[in-house]
């Protein structure tokens, strides 16, 4: 029962559909849910209209290409996910991913044409059927998605509510009933009730650089809490990048002849790969380098001396904030296009997401996910793949919830006493001294940087990991500074980072065998009684984990063979 004015708490809002994050999968899931109930908001901790991090993406999308028959899509995109997918989900996404992009067009974003008019694809890690479609210019593709989405918003009555750190997910009764947190500066509360929840803030990370460094695992931490399942944790995108300088663009460099060499000159991949060499799946190229590293070929370096004029001038950013990272890699004396650059590999983030039905639907009723929060993949990666992902699942779950929300004729009421013990305890932190972030952030990073951990794992290197995070959960974490409204935020996001470790380093240890970017060096083969997926809940303050099988029996493609079986390690080299 409701005993008090959740009024007198904080600032009230109330709406039919409530939409945590603004970037690429919220704005879409925005406009769709707009078509169903003129009561939509988005609220995000970011500033005003910036898109998250879709603006700082090159804008190439994985489109199907409707002159192909959908099923070669869908076996090549199950082969390539080592059979970790839901083939149906595949055909629903790549069938939506065309009416995304002519959408996209519809609002004045440009794609590269032919003379012809017919569209540019990329084909990627040596996939015969999936290609990418390149945004023009080159450079500034996602700031040119976010800006056209944004466009169409404004004609809609779309609510956007900036700034607010969002710490907890309000139930009743075991109903979505809204969110709760703060104001990034002022650290005013705020209360914001709703029939349905989109989550779309994307995936977690350990700030590695300034495409990773606002999503970091906060919006998991708050849907654990309040029942909702989450998978896939123990996949990470472990990318590679220059040593001196963060860049974008290597997914497109390597299959128009870009190549990776090692001290001695050598193009190393065509050792591990003879077929596909450096155009597989960059997290076997990271692979590769850490195995050239234990053999003494190291330094490594990304090569482009091979590549045509013409792919180089395709490629080469010349507007946006890609040709600002491009000028400053020149002046630091290494021009990507023209010289050797040293690589290496970083961990970028971590794949996993919430679990959901085919139409984003989770395990709660009311609350649904999209992008890069709704987990779709085994860790692998297409250039482009998140494009078209928050595209797709941001229209699939905006019209679910927007129907959703239209269907309801009541609002779930939270409850005033569990909102009054929340904000207390959310602010409590506020004005204290203590150990700063960056310290916890940097210990965080320490454990997952071993190769035993991220790259080459082994039981030995994960719970070495676990131990000190256990160390760090009890020593440092509740010990963190919060001395402004911005560094309570900072303290928001470390424990989001340590759910995001835990869950990472458990789901590892979970999964004693190798599929998708999960490699164990200890379980280097696949085990077929382990296809299927780790879902992870919080029951008593604990994670528990259960299993379920791909449904195998329901899909029509069956392998014998996977993506993986393309690179072979120097163990199993003659």
Known sequence: MTY??????????????????????????????SKYTDKVMIVDKGPFKR??????CGGDMVVWDPEDDIKNWVKEL?????????????????????QCMQEYERMGHKFARDENGKLKRVYQRGLKHIGSVLSRPFGTGGKSLIQHLVAELEKTDVRLLPGIQITDILMKDGHFAGLAGF????????????????????????????????????????????????RNFEFLKVWNVPAKFCWEGQTMLLPLGARFVNAEGEDFMSRYSPTLGAKMDPHFNTRAMVEEYRAGRAPLFFDVSKMPEENIR????TVGWMKLNYERLCTMGQDLFRDKVEWMPQVDYAIGGIDTDINGQTCIPGIFAAGRARNLESGLYLGGWAVSGTATTGSIAGEQAGQYAASLDYQYEPDYREVKELKHNILEPLGKDGIPYKEVLNEFRRIIAPYDVTILKTETGLRRALKRFEEIRADLLPHIAAPTPHFLT?????????????????????????????????????????????????????????????????????????????????????
């Open 314 to 317: 395709l490629l080469t950013p």
């Open 78 to 98: 199950s082969y390539y996910f080592e059979g970790l997918a839901e083939q149906d989900v595949i055909e629903c996404l790549m069938k939506r991913s065309l």
């Open 4 to 33: 008090g004015d959740l009024n007198t708490l904080g600032h009230v809002f109330q709406t039919d559909v409530l939409i945590l994050g603004g970037g690429m999968a919220g704005l879409w899931a925005a406009l769709k849910a």
């Open 183 to 230: 104001h990034t500066r002022s650290a005013e509360f705020y209360i914001i009730k709703a029939k349905s929840l989109i989550i779309s803030t994307g995936n977690s990370s350990w700030k590695a650089s300034y495409g990773t460094n606002t999503c970091t695992g906060e919006t998991f931490s708050m849907a654990l809490r309040a029942g909702v399942q989450l």
């Open 490 to 574: 900072k303290r928001v996001e470390m424990y989001g980072i340590a759910d995001t470790t835990e869950l990472y380093l458990n789901a590892s240890l979970l999964r004693r065998e190798s599929r998708g970017s999960h490699y164990r060096e200890d379980f280097p083969d696949k085990d077929p009684a382990s296809l299927g997926w780790y879902l992870a809940s919080r029951q008593d303050g604990r994670l528990v984990w259960n299993f379920r099988p791909v449904p195998m029996e329901r899909y029509e493609f069956h392998f014998d063979s996977y993506y993986s079986e393309n690179f072979i390690p120097l163990s199993r080299q003659a």
């Open 51 to 56: 898109g998250g991090q879709g603006s700082m």
